[in-house]
């Protein structure tokens, strides 16, 4: 008697216990061209994220069954990163598709191409996948990752080859800088393309006077830069 109560109780405590986790160690998450766009612009080239080595049970369940974009998403969010390497929680993900591949990867493709150069972060939730038994399976740890494009290797066809006046320190009431290039440029507003930074590194605020459009040289090799009396007296 004493037996069939220590399997009785043995069975209970099997029962109500959580199946081991499922193997999620060879799960990668990368950034890739698909081979045709290999060769392709860097700045345009088709890109998508893949994520190999998911268990071939819940591969199969991906497969029958139709997600939702939003469950889609749970799933697997693509966000984008901010500048300054943070990850805004209440930025919407990127827009894309996604898809499991013949290889059997889970392949996510934007809905415009991925930025080279810019930072993207990856949050797979395991345990949104289909055909695990959220009541029975130990609740799974999120998997993140940060991907990018390389920025592509662009040599500038036209510099500024000289400033004047030149040199570390200018008069302090200074009125005027010319800058020359080395070859003629369009005819746009140089001040949108001009910063200002005080000894400390900052960025002087409205330092120029708004002439930007008109102070080209007829073949537009030299621009002139007109500061802001006001505010250099500040």
Request: charged share 20%.
């Amino acid at each position: 008697m004493a037996t069939l109560v220590l399997v009785g109780v043995v069975s209970f405590i099997a029962g109500c216990a959580k199946a081991p986790a499922v193997d999620m160690s060879r799960v990668v998450i990368t950034l890739a061209a698909a081979p045709e766009d290999a060769a392709g612009d860097a700045d345009t080239v088709a890109a998508s994220i893949y994520v190999t080595g998911l268990p071939p049970t819940q591969v199969d369940a991906l497969r029958s069954t139709g997600l939702t974009e939003a469950q889609w998403a749970n799933l697997l969010r693509v966000t984008v990163v901010m500048a300054d390497g943070a990850v805004d929680a209440d930025l919407p993900p990127v827009l894309g598709s996604h898809a499991v591949s013949e290889d059997d990867s889970l392949r996510f493709t934007p809905l415009f191409p991925f930025d080279a150069g810019r930072s993207y972060a990856i949050r797979l939730d395991p345990n949104r996948l289909p055909g695990l038994d959220a009541a029975a399976v130990e609740a799974l740890d999120t998997l993140e990752a940060r991907v990018a494009l390389p920025r592509p290797d662009i040599q500038p066809t036209t510099v500024v080859e000289r400033i004047y006046p030149g040199g570390d320190r200018v008069p302090e009431n200074q009125l005027k800088l010319y800058l020359h290039f080395s070859a003629p440029m369009s005819h746009v507003d140089g001040l949108a393309y001009l910063r200002l930074l005080d000894g400390r590194g900052r960025e002087v605020e409205a330092p120029f006077l708004p002439f930007g459009l008109d102070f080209w040289d007829r073949d537009h090799f030299r621009y002139t830069v007109f500061f802001d009396p006001g505010r250099i007296k500040q």
